[in-house]
């Protein structure tokens, strides 16, 4: 782990056969593609989930240059490593650069202290403060996050599969450019990231171009994705990507000359300058979302607790039957309206959104902090049934999940 990276051209069909090789069945999710609703991969909505030992095949164009990657959507069966990076390669790459590192993160408890299933079973059971559980995460805060960072406690975090203490070695000579595809494929948590002695050009959010702008450190909700330029320097340097209000980090180390790696520990400044926020960034007029007056606004409540934790949309927990209804060739503002006191990445299937209205960046995934509302519009032009729903995948397990869907 990470799976093999899936690499194509925007305009290209993939051809993929998911094997089911688990006990359990599966399916496998496209996050981020505008892809064709029925290899969408969300079990009981587009397919049938696929039986153990059994096969499926995906077939679908990707119409968006961009990094994006791919999960089960079954369970908590995404917290158990079974993911990978998913390129779709532009082919007038605008950009110049010459190399390119995907760095996907991760937190992992996965045989170590438990099972993702055994975590959940602990969530659900509700929060007691007199039986601190195994596993639930309490008092973790992150001022970036608004309050409270998490919920699960990790032992690791791992950046392309490999922890701190044996970290990944990326190699160039220095003076090279490099693009960075960093993915957050955790189930649980935020990363910051930085890289020592560097600055970072952001140009691209979930896989689509913005205007470039440069800083220090950028956090990264579960799913979402940014890629980054940088020119670098010679020597070693520590690519930490630190768990947001959590303590722990993952770590890469980048070589470019002599010298001793830093050691697993090690914070590099960086991370505590300039962090990117989503009001620094706007999309490229390639991919800029034409004003138009919304026809329909969707408002969408996030309420639930950690007593419970029972987390809900618009007070329904996840029913794969229900429909918020939309109309095709709608432009639709979805309003999200966060009740509770943690974060959520909330995620559009099938579709990139303009973060804040039409000019903001266009994601498929956005942070929405406590108490906040978020705002994002996005042209219904991409039929079927389509998924919104926390990435933090215990709280999506536990009902923050909705099915969005229209006709041609
Ligand atoms: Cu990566 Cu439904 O999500
Ligand atoms: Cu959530």
Partial sequence: MPGREIRLRAGEQLDAVLRNDLPEPTTLHWH????????????????????????????????????????????????????????????????????????????????????????????????????????????????LLGGDAGDVRYPLFLLNGRTADAPDALRAKPGTRVRLRIVNAGGDTAFRVALGGHRLRVTHADGFPVEPVDTDALLLGMGERYDVLVTLADGVFPLVALAEGKGGAALGIVRTGAGRAPSASTRPAELERKVLGYRQLAATPAVRLARRRPD????????????????????????????????????????????????????????????????????????????????????????????IHCHNVYHAESGMMTVLGYRA
Wanted: hydrophobic share 35%; glycine share 12%.
């Fill in 296 to 387: 329909r606004t969707v408002t969408l409540r996030l309420a639930g607790s950690m007593s419970t934790y029972e987390w809900t949309i618009d007070g329904r927990r996840y029913d794969p039957a229900y429909r918020i209804p939309v109309e095709g060739g709608e432009r639709v503002r979805l309003r999200f309206v966060n009740e509770t006191s943690m974060w959520h990445p909330m995620h559009l299937h099938g579709h990139s959104f303009a973060l804040g209205g039409a000019g903001g960046p266009r994601k498929d995934t956005a942070i929405v902090l406590p108490n906040e509302t978020v705002v994002a519009e996005f042209d219904a032009d991409n039929p079927g049934l389509w998924m």
């Fill in 32 to 143: 981020g593609v505008a892809l064709r609703n029925d290899a969408d991969g969300v079990p009981g909505v587009t397919q049938a989930a696929v039986a153990p030992g059994a096969s499926h095949r995906y077939r679908f164009t990707a119409p968006h240059p961009g990094t994006y990657w791919f999960h089960p959507h079954v369970g908590t069966q995404q917290d158990r490593g079974l993911y990978g990076a998913l390129v779709v390669e532009d082919p007038h790459e605008p950009l110049a650069y010459d190399e390119e590192w995907t760095v996907v993160l991760d937190d992992w408890l996965d045989g170590v202290t438990g099972t993702p299933d055994e975590v959940l079973r602990e969530l659900r059971r509700g929060m007691d403060m007199s039986h601190p559980g195994r596993y639930m995460l309490m008092g973790a805060t992150s001022l």
